[in-house]
Protein backbone atom coordinates (compact mmCIF):
# COMPACT_ATOMS: atom_id res chain seq x y z
CA UNK A 1 0.00 0.00 0.00
CA UNK A 2 2.73 2.47 0.85
CA UNK A 3 4.37 1.62 -2.22
CA UNK A 4 1.57 2.23 -4.19
CA UNK A 5 1.28 5.64 -2.60
CA UNK A 6 4.65 6.83 -3.12
CA UNK A 7 3.55 5.60 -7.06
CA UNK A 8 0.59 7.89 -6.84
CA UNK A 9 2.70 10.77 -5.65
CA UNK A 10 5.37 10.55 -8.39
CA UNK A 11 2.61 9.76 -11.11
CA UNK A 12 0.98 12.64 -10.01
CA UNK A 13 4.02 15.21 -9.92
CA UNK A 14 4.62 14.40 -13.28
CA UNK A 15 0.86 14.81 -14.49
CA UNK A 16 1.86 18.83 -15.10
CA UNK A 17 4.80 17.70 -17.40
CA UNK A 18 2.03 15.37 -19.39
CA UNK A 19 -0.43 18.17 -19.84
CA UNK A 20 2.42 20.21 -21.00
CA UNK A 21 3.48 17.91 -23.46
CA UNK A 22 -0.23 17.63 -24.98
CA UNK A 23 -0.75 21.20 -25.32
CA UNK A 24 2.71 21.77 -27.10
CA UNK A 25 1.91 18.66 -29.50
CA UNK A 26 -1.43 20.46 -29.98
CA UNK A 27 -0.08 23.54 -30.70
CA UNK A 28 1.81 21.57 -33.07
CA UNK A 29 -0.19 20.09 -35.27
CA UNK A 30 -2.43 23.10 -35.36
CA UNK A 31 0.29 25.28 -36.36
CA UNK A 32 1.07 22.50 -39.23
CA UNK A 33 -2.65 22.16 -40.13
CA UNK A 34 -2.22 26.50 -40.15
CA UNK A 35 0.29 26.39 -42.32
CA UNK A 36 -0.41 23.56 -44.95
CA UNK A 37 -3.64 25.15 -45.34
CA UNK A 38 -2.72 28.28 -46.07
CA UNK A 39 -0.66 27.35 -48.51
CA UNK A 40 -3.66 25.74 -50.58
CA UNK A 41 -5.70 28.40 -49.93
CA UNK A 42 -3.19 31.24 -51.43
CA UNK A 43 -2.04 28.62 -54.09
CA UNK A 44 -6.35 28.01 -54.81
CA UNK A 45 -6.64 31.65 -54.69
CA UNK A 46 -4.33 32.81 -57.50
CA UNK A 47 -5.80 29.78 -59.13
CA UNK A 48 -8.90 31.66 -59.80
CA UNK A 49 -7.12 34.93 -60.17
CA UNK A 50 -5.38 33.70 -63.05
CA UNK A 51 -8.97 32.11 -64.22
CA UNK A 52 -10.37 35.72 -63.70
CA UNK A 53 -7.83 37.32 -65.84
CA UNK A 54 -8.57 34.65 -68.84
CA UNK A 55 -12.05 35.25 -68.22
CA UNK A 56 -11.89 38.77 -68.53
CA UNK A 57 -9.83 38.55 -72.04
CA UNK A 58 -12.86 36.60 -72.48
CA UNK A 59 -15.04 39.82 -72.11
CA UNK A 60 -12.75 41.87 -73.99
CA UNK A 61 -12.93 39.75 -76.70
CA UNK A 62 -16.94 39.55 -76.47
CA UNK A 63 -17.19 43.39 -75.73
CA UNK A 64 -14.82 44.07 -79.05
CA UNK A 65 -16.39 41.58 -81.20
CA UNK A 66 -18.09 41.96 -84.36
CA UNK A 67 -19.98 40.15 -86.87
CA UNK A 68 -16.86 38.23 -88.23
CA UNK A 69 -15.32 37.33 -85.09
CA UNK A 70 -15.72 33.51 -84.36
CA UNK A 71 -17.11 34.09 -80.65
CA UNK A 72 -17.12 30.13 -79.82
CA UNK A 73 -14.24 30.05 -77.86
CA UNK A 74 -14.86 33.10 -76.10
CA UNK A 75 -18.45 31.77 -75.12
CA UNK A 76 -16.84 28.94 -74.31
CA UNK A 77 -14.60 30.78 -71.18
CA UNK A 78 -17.32 32.60 -70.32
CA UNK A 79 -19.66 29.62 -69.91
CA UNK A 80 -17.13 27.49 -68.20
CA UNK A 81 -16.67 29.87 -64.56
CA UNK A 82 -19.68 28.10 -62.40
CA UNK A 83 -18.13 28.67 -59.22
CA UNK A 84 -16.30 32.44 -59.02
CA UNK A 85 -18.94 34.78 -58.17
CA UNK A 86 -18.40 37.73 -60.93
CA UNK A 87 -20.21 41.21 -61.73
CA UNK A 88 -19.06 43.56 -65.02
CA UNK A 89 -19.78 46.87 -64.68
CA UNK A 90 -19.77 49.65 -67.15
CA UNK A 91 -17.87 52.66 -66.84
CA UNK A 92 -20.74 54.38 -65.81
CA UNK A 93 -21.58 52.54 -62.85
CA UNK A 94 -23.99 49.94 -64.44
CA UNK A 95 -24.47 46.03 -64.36
CA UNK A 96 -23.72 44.61 -67.85
CA UNK A 97 -24.01 40.89 -66.45
CA UNK A 98 -23.13 38.90 -63.18
CA UNK A 99 -22.51 35.10 -62.64
CA UNK A 100 -22.57 32.78 -59.77
CA UNK A 101 -24.18 35.35 -57.87
CA UNK A 102 -27.38 35.33 -55.16
CA UNK A 103 -29.01 38.27 -55.00
CA UNK A 104 -31.56 39.18 -52.51
CA UNK A 105 -33.42 41.74 -53.97
CA UNK A 106 -37.11 41.27 -54.59
CA UNK A 107 -37.58 43.27 -57.74
CA UNK A 108 -35.32 43.33 -60.63
CA UNK A 109 -34.16 46.72 -59.61
CA UNK A 110 -33.95 45.76 -56.13
CA UNK A 111 -31.48 43.02 -57.46
CA UNK A 112 -29.49 45.26 -59.71
CA UNK A 113 -29.42 47.67 -56.67
CA UNK A 114 -27.78 44.63 -54.30
CA UNK A 115 -25.33 43.69 -57.69
CA UNK A 116 -24.12 46.98 -57.99
CA UNK A 117 -23.21 47.06 -54.24
CA UNK A 118 -21.77 44.01 -54.11
CA UNK A 119 -19.47 44.67 -57.27
CA UNK A 120 -18.49 48.14 -55.20
CA UNK A 121 -17.27 45.64 -52.13
CA UNK A 122 -15.29 43.12 -54.37
CA UNK A 123 -13.61 46.58 -56.55
CA UNK A 124 -12.76 47.87 -52.20
CA UNK A 125 -11.36 44.84 -51.74
CA UNK A 126 -9.32 44.46 -54.63
CA UNK A 127 -10.90 42.10 -56.65
CA UNK A 128 -11.15 43.54 -59.70
CA UNK A 129 -9.82 43.78 -63.46
CA UNK A 130 -10.34 46.73 -65.51
CA UNK A 131 -10.59 46.44 -69.26
CA UNK A 132 -9.90 49.21 -71.34
CA UNK A 133 -12.51 49.01 -74.80
CA UNK A 134 -11.73 52.08 -77.19
CA UNK A 135 -9.81 55.11 -77.46
CA UNK A 136 -12.83 56.93 -75.71
CA UNK A 137 -11.25 56.14 -72.39
CA UNK A 138 -14.63 53.31 -72.07
CA UNK A 139 -14.04 50.52 -69.97
CA UNK A 140 -15.85 47.37 -68.12
CA UNK A 141 -14.69 46.53 -64.36
CA UNK A 142 -14.70 42.66 -63.77
CA UNK A 143 -15.62 42.52 -60.26
CA UNK A 144 -14.81 38.53 -58.58
CA UNK A 145 -15.11 37.49 -55.45
CA UNK A 146 -13.65 34.35 -54.01
CA UNK A 147 -15.45 31.10 -54.75
CA UNK A 148 -17.50 29.18 -52.14
CA UNK A 149 -14.64 26.47 -51.93
CA UNK A 150 -12.11 28.72 -51.27
CA UNK A 151 -13.98 30.42 -48.60
CA UNK A 152 -14.71 27.14 -46.91
CA UNK A 153 -10.79 26.01 -47.02
CA UNK A 154 -9.97 29.65 -45.47
CA UNK A 155 -12.35 28.21 -42.62
CA UNK A 156 -10.93 24.95 -42.63
CA UNK A 157 -7.73 25.61 -40.55
CA UNK A 158 -9.96 26.98 -37.74
CA UNK A 159 -12.56 24.34 -37.77
CA UNK A 160 -9.91 21.92 -37.42
CA UNK A 161 -7.83 24.00 -34.84
CA UNK A 162 -11.32 23.31 -32.83
CA UNK A 163 -11.52 19.58 -33.22
CA UNK A 164 -8.00 19.41 -32.42
CA UNK A 165 -8.51 21.47 -29.49
CA UNK A 166 -11.56 19.35 -28.02
CA UNK A 167 -9.31 16.44 -28.70
CA UNK A 168 -7.32 17.35 -26.38
CA UNK A 169 -9.46 18.65 -23.68
CA UNK A 170 -11.38 15.62 -23.96
CA UNK A 171 -7.92 13.70 -23.81
CA UNK A 172 -6.76 15.64 -20.85
CA UNK A 173 -10.28 15.36 -19.20
CA UNK A 174 -10.52 11.31 -19.15
CA UNK A 175 -6.48 11.65 -18.12
CA UNK A 176 -7.28 13.70 -15.21
CA UNK A 177 -10.80 11.35 -13.83
CA UNK A 178 -9.02 8.24 -14.48
CA UNK A 179 -6.07 9.67 -12.20
CA UNK A 180 -9.11 11.26 -10.08
CA UNK A 181 -10.17 7.58 -9.60
CA UNK A 182 -7.39 5.73 -8.97
CA UNK A 183 -6.15 8.78 -6.05
CA UNK A 184 -9.40 8.23 -4.89
CA UNK A 185 -8.66 4.46 -4.52
CA UNK A 186 -5.63 4.66 -2.97
CA UNK A 187 -6.77 7.22 -0.65
CA UNK A 188 -9.77 4.74 0.33
CA UNK A 189 -7.22 1.97 0.44
CA UNK A 190 -4.54 3.63 2.18
CA UNK A 191 -7.42 5.20 4.92
CA UNK A 192 -8.84 1.35 5.48
CA UNK A 193 -5.57 -0.33 6.07
CA UNK A 194 -4.19 2.33 8.70
CA UNK A 195 -7.68 2.19 10.55
CA UNK A 196 -7.87 -1.54 10.60
CA UNK A 197 -4.07 -1.60 11.80
CA UNK A 198 -4.69 1.01 14.01
CA UNK A 199 -7.43 -0.62 15.45
CA UNK A 200 -5.61 -4.23 17.12
CA UNK A 201 -3.41 -1.42 19.54
CA UNK A 202 -5.73 0.25 20.49
CA UNK A 203 -8.05 -2.55 21.58
CA UNK A 204 -5.20 -3.99 23.22
CA UNK A 205 -4.50 -0.35 24.98
CA UNK A 206 -7.89 -0.63 26.21
CA UNK A 207 -7.56 -3.54 27.64
CA UNK A 208 -4.50 -3.09 29.55
CA UNK A 209 -5.80 0.21 30.77
CA UNK A 210 -9.25 -1.48 32.15
CA UNK A 211 -6.16 -3.71 34.23
CA UNK A 212 -3.93 -1.01 35.29
CA UNK A 213 -7.08 0.77 36.53
CA UNK A 214 -7.75 -2.11 38.88
CA UNK A 215 -4.23 -2.37 39.87
CA UNK A 216 -3.62 1.60 40.25
CA UNK A 217 -7.05 3.24 41.04
CA UNK A 218 -5.23 6.35 42.02
CA UNK A 219 -2.71 6.63 39.15
CA UNK A 220 -2.77 10.59 38.47
CA UNK A 221 -1.87 9.58 35.28
CA UNK A 222 -4.10 7.08 34.13
CA UNK A 223 -6.63 9.83 33.34
CA UNK A 224 -4.15 11.45 30.80
CA UNK A 225 -2.79 7.74 29.14
CA UNK A 226 -6.93 6.88 28.52
CA UNK A 227 -7.09 10.34 27.00
CA UNK A 228 -4.27 9.52 24.56
CA UNK A 229 -6.14 5.85 24.02
CA UNK A 230 -8.96 7.66 23.01
CA UNK A 231 -7.52 10.14 21.08
CA UNK A 232 -5.93 7.47 18.59
CA UNK A 233 -9.66 5.74 18.75
CA UNK A 234 -10.53 9.48 17.17
CA UNK A 235 -7.45 9.36 14.53
CA UNK A 236 -8.76 5.51 13.12
CA UNK A 237 -11.96 6.94 12.97
CA UNK A 238 -11.17 9.19 11.21
CA UNK A 239 -9.12 7.50 8.95
CA UNK A 240 -12.05 5.01 8.64
CA UNK A 241 -14.22 7.46 7.10
CA UNK A 242 -12.21 8.69 4.43
CA UNK A 243 -13.54 7.14 1.39
CA UNK A 244 -16.96 6.73 2.04
CA UNK A 245 -19.55 9.96 2.68
CA UNK A 246 -19.43 10.85 6.09
CA UNK A 247 -22.67 12.01 7.57
CA UNK A 248 -23.09 15.72 8.34
CA UNK A 249 -25.51 17.14 11.19
CA UNK A 250 -26.01 20.76 11.75
CA UNK A 251 -23.20 21.80 14.83
CA UNK A 252 -22.12 25.13 16.26
CA UNK A 253 -18.95 25.83 14.19
CA UNK A 254 -17.96 27.95 17.44
CA UNK A 255 -17.95 24.82 19.80
CA UNK A 256 -15.78 22.56 17.60
CA UNK A 257 -13.18 25.59 16.56
CA UNK A 258 -12.97 26.17 20.61
CA UNK A 259 -12.55 22.53 21.52
CA UNK A 260 -9.83 22.46 18.58
CA UNK A 261 -8.33 25.72 19.54
CA UNK A 262 -8.20 24.52 23.08
CA UNK A 263 -6.59 21.16 21.95
CA UNK A 264 -3.73 22.65 20.17
CA UNK A 265 -2.82 25.12 22.50
CA UNK A 266 -2.20 22.57 25.58
CA UNK A 267 0.14 20.53 22.57
CA UNK A 268 1.98 23.68 21.26
CA UNK A 269 4.85 25.78 22.37
CA UNK A 270 3.75 28.04 24.55
CA UNK A 271 6.14 30.46 22.34
CA UNK A 272 3.17 30.38 19.99
CA UNK A 273 -0.34 32.13 21.18
CA UNK A 274 -3.43 30.56 19.44
CA UNK A 275 -6.62 32.72 19.31
CA UNK A 276 -10.13 32.63 18.16
CA UNK A 277 -11.70 35.50 17.86
CA UNK A 278 -15.55 34.46 19.06
CA UNK A 279 -18.52 36.66 19.24
CA UNK A 280 -20.02 33.72 21.27
CA UNK A 281 -22.91 34.13 18.52
CA UNK A 282 -23.64 30.50 17.36
CA UNK A 283 -22.40 30.03 13.77
CA UNK A 284 -24.45 26.77 12.84
CA UNK A 285 -23.25 24.49 9.70
CA UNK A 286 -23.31 21.23 8.77
CA UNK A 287 -20.44 19.26 9.61
CA UNK A 288 -18.97 16.18 10.25
CA UNK A 289 -17.12 17.01 13.56
CA UNK A 290 -14.83 14.51 13.49
CA UNK A 291 -13.21 15.25 10.26
CA UNK A 292 -13.87 18.86 10.27
CA UNK A 293 -11.93 19.01 13.86
CA UNK A 294 -9.26 17.26 11.44
CA UNK A 295 -8.86 19.93 9.30
CA UNK A 296 -8.32 22.54 11.91
CA UNK A 297 -5.90 20.66 13.53
CA UNK A 298 -3.85 20.53 10.23
CA UNK A 299 -3.94 24.16 9.31
CA UNK A 300 -2.84 25.18 12.98
CA UNK A 301 0.25 22.24 12.86
CA UNK A 302 1.39 23.55 9.85
CA UNK A 303 0.71 27.01 11.21
CA UNK A 304 3.21 26.02 13.83
CA UNK A 305 5.51 24.01 12.09
CA UNK A 306 5.90 27.31 9.59
CA UNK A 307 7.06 29.40 12.55
CA UNK A 308 10.08 26.40 13.15
CA UNK A 309 9.76 27.03 17.20
CA UNK A 310 10.34 30.86 16.84
CA UNK A 311 7.39 32.88 18.91
CA UNK A 312 4.01 33.50 16.46
CA UNK A 313 0.28 33.65 16.47
CA UNK A 314 -2.21 31.80 15.10
CA UNK A 315 -5.35 33.50 14.53
CA UNK A 316 -9.12 32.15 13.41
CA UNK A 317 -11.79 34.27 12.47
CA UNK A 318 -15.43 33.74 11.18
CA UNK A 319 -17.85 35.56 9.52
CA UNK A 320 -21.15 35.32 8.10
CA UNK A 321 -23.32 35.55 5.67
CA UNK A 322 -26.88 34.52 4.24
CA UNK A 323 -25.03 31.80 2.39
CA UNK A 324 -21.81 30.94 3.26
CA UNK A 325 -19.76 30.78 6.42
CA UNK A 326 -16.16 31.91 6.09
CA UNK A 327 -13.14 31.08 8.70
CA UNK A 328 -9.66 32.54 7.95
CA UNK A 329 -6.72 30.86 9.96
CA UNK A 330 -3.54 33.32 9.52
CA UNK A 331 0.14 32.39 10.80
CA UNK A 332 2.97 34.20 11.58
CA UNK A 333 4.86 31.62 9.95
CA UNK A 334 7.49 31.91 7.21
CA UNK A 335 4.99 31.91 4.19
CA UNK A 336 4.37 29.74 1.22
CA UNK A 337 6.69 31.05 -2.37
CA UNK A 338 4.76 32.08 -4.93
CA UNK A 339 5.54 29.51 -6.86
CA UNK A 340 4.63 26.75 -4.53
CA UNK A 341 1.29 28.32 -4.09
CA UNK A 342 -0.44 26.65 -6.36
CA UNK A 343 1.42 23.02 -5.63
CA UNK A 344 0.48 23.08 -2.09
CA UNK A 345 -2.82 21.03 -2.31
CA UNK A 346 -0.79 18.70 -4.36
CA UNK A 347 -0.61 15.08 -2.89
CA UNK A 348 3.31 14.52 -1.95
CA UNK A 349 4.16 18.36 -2.12
CA UNK A 350 6.21 19.44 1.02
CA UNK A 351 8.66 21.84 2.43
CA UNK A 352 8.99 20.18 4.65
CA UNK A 353 12.68 17.68 5.26
CA UNK A 354 10.13 15.10 6.77
CA UNK A 355 6.75 14.44 5.86
CA UNK A 356 4.40 12.63 2.84
CA UNK A 357 2.90 16.02 1.67
CA UNK A 358 -0.66 14.72 2.66
CA UNK A 359 -1.89 16.90 4.96
CA UNK A 360 -3.38 19.97 3.21
CA UNK A 361 -4.23 17.17 0.16
CA UNK A 362 -6.73 15.75 2.47
CA UNK A 363 -7.74 18.69 3.92
CA UNK A 364 -8.92 19.57 0.85
CA UNK A 365 -10.70 16.32 0.02
CA UNK A 366 -12.29 16.85 3.41
CA UNK A 367 -13.31 20.50 2.94
CA UNK A 368 -14.82 20.08 -1.09
CA UNK A 369 -15.36 16.07 -1.11
CA UNK A 370 -17.27 15.68 2.37
CA UNK A 371 -18.41 19.48 3.23
CA UNK A 372 -19.15 20.91 -0.04
CA UNK A 373 -16.92 23.55 0.64
CA UNK A 374 -13.94 25.80 -0.53
CA UNK A 375 -10.16 25.89 1.06
CA UNK A 376 -7.66 27.75 -0.49
CA UNK A 377 -4.43 30.36 0.21
CA UNK A 378 -5.51 33.64 0.46
CA UNK A 379 -2.80 35.84 1.20
CA UNK A 380 0.87 34.28 1.35
CA UNK A 381 4.01 36.45 1.78
CA UNK A 382 7.70 34.82 2.40
CA UNK A 383 8.88 36.18 5.65
CA UNK A 384 5.23 37.71 7.09
CA UNK A 385 2.75 34.68 7.20
CA UNK A 386 -0.47 32.94 5.18
CA UNK A 387 -3.85 32.68 5.21
CA UNK A 388 -5.99 30.11 4.76
CA UNK A 389 -9.49 30.55 3.99
CA UNK A 390 -12.66 28.12 4.39
CA UNK A 391 -15.84 28.57 2.52
CA UNK A 392 -18.95 26.44 3.82
CA UNK A 393 -22.50 26.42 2.86
CA UNK A 394 -25.07 27.78 5.15
CA UNK A 395 -27.45 25.08 6.29
Known amino acids: MLNRVFFDMKWTSHLRQIRILFIIIAMMIALASLVVSHLLVSDLAKEETARMEVWAEAMRSLNAAD ?9 KVINENHTIPVIVMTHQGKIQTYRNVDLKGKTHKDSLNDAISQAKRMRAEGHVIRI ?64 HQLGSPISSLMAWMEIMKESYPDDLLLPEMENDVKRLQLVADRFSKIGSQPTLEATDLMVVLRRVMAYMQSRTSHTVVMTLHDSNEKVM ?35 ASERTIIIDLTDTGKGIRKKDLKNVFRPGFTTKKRGWGLGLSLTQRIVEDYHRGKIFIKHSEVGQGTTFRITLPRP
Open 132 to 195: LLDKHREYIDVCYDESLLLRRLSWYPYVQLSVVLLFVCLALFALLTLKRAEQNRVWVGLSKETA
Open 285 to 319: ANLNVSLFEWVIENLCKNAVDAMEGCNGHVDICVS
Open 67 to 75: EHTDLSLVL
